[in-house]
């Protein structure tokens, strides 16, 4: 089955213990995106991968980092995660940018930092 | 930058009543445009899309039309039903030379009841 998975689902943590949130997809996509989500803000892009090695920054990336080694692979990591952090935040591919190709969003990750 | 607004919700309706969620955009060329649709505890997922002007995107019996000399891109359907309640986003992409980046509005709650 074509999907997007990201682990864990729900996390509950304190300020400024590093977190790793996985986003894995078996569809094969060059693309892949982080994005949170807000009451009253919708989904705003934290970052993007358009293929192996090549990240670039969405629109609110402050105190995340990613990395693309494997183009099945997207961890979004959270080196000293703060009570502003927390959100749901959603991992999504596709076969290339989102301009025409549609995008797949995995189940999203509920994160609560104390 | 890029920008997309929807009429702000949450929109209650009765089973088999005329739905139309309006949604504006700014952009500085020629964009794609998409609404994505999240049901309860779920990802967001495609529902219609239009890539260049007077496009008419559909699905499910929903339907929208990209207008461009207004900016819009109102999503209609005719009869709606208990299954459609759901948060409905609409979303904006540019060009590929631009970058992949998807912009998304502030979603909109549509709850329909019996």
């Known amino acids: 089955e074509a999907q997007v998975t990201q682990n864990p689902r729900y996390l509950i943590t304190v300020t400024g213990k590093k977190l790793t949130v996985t986003c894995s997809q078996n569809?094969?996509?060059?693309?892949m995106s982080w994005y949170r989500q807000d009451p009253g803000l919708g989904l705003r892009q934290i970052y993007y991968s358009m293929n192996v090695e090549v990240t670039d920054k969405g629109d609110v990336p402050e105190g995340y980092k990613v990395s693309r080694k494997e183009k099945r692979n997207f961890p979004l990591i959270l080196e000293s995660p703060s009570p502003n952090q927390t959100s749901l935040y959603f991992c999504?591919?596709?076969?290339?940018?989102?301009?025409?190709?549609?995008?797949?969003f995995g189940p999203g990750t509920r994160l609560t930092v104390l | 930058g890029d920008s997309v607004t929807q009429m702000e919700g949450p929109v209650t309706l009765s089973e088999e009543a005329f739905l139309t969620i309006n949604c504006t955009y700014t952009a500085t060329g020629y964009p794609s445009l998409f609404w994505y649709v999240q049901y309860p505890g779920e990802g967001l997922q495609l529902l219609l899309k239009a890539t260049k002007a007077d496009d008419k995107g559909s699905n499910k019996g929903f339907e929208a039309t990209y207008r461009k000399e207004t900016t819009s891109f109102h999503l209609e359907k005719g009869s709606v039903q208990v299954s459609d309640s759901a948060v409905y986003f609409c979303a904006l992409s540019e060009g590929e030379t631009s970058g992949s980046r998807l912009t998304f509005g502030e979603g909109t709650q549509l709850t329909v009841n019996p």
């Open positions: 999504a591919s596709s076969f290339q940018g989102p301009y025409s190709y549609t995008q797949y």
């Open positions: 569809m094969n996509h060059e693309y």
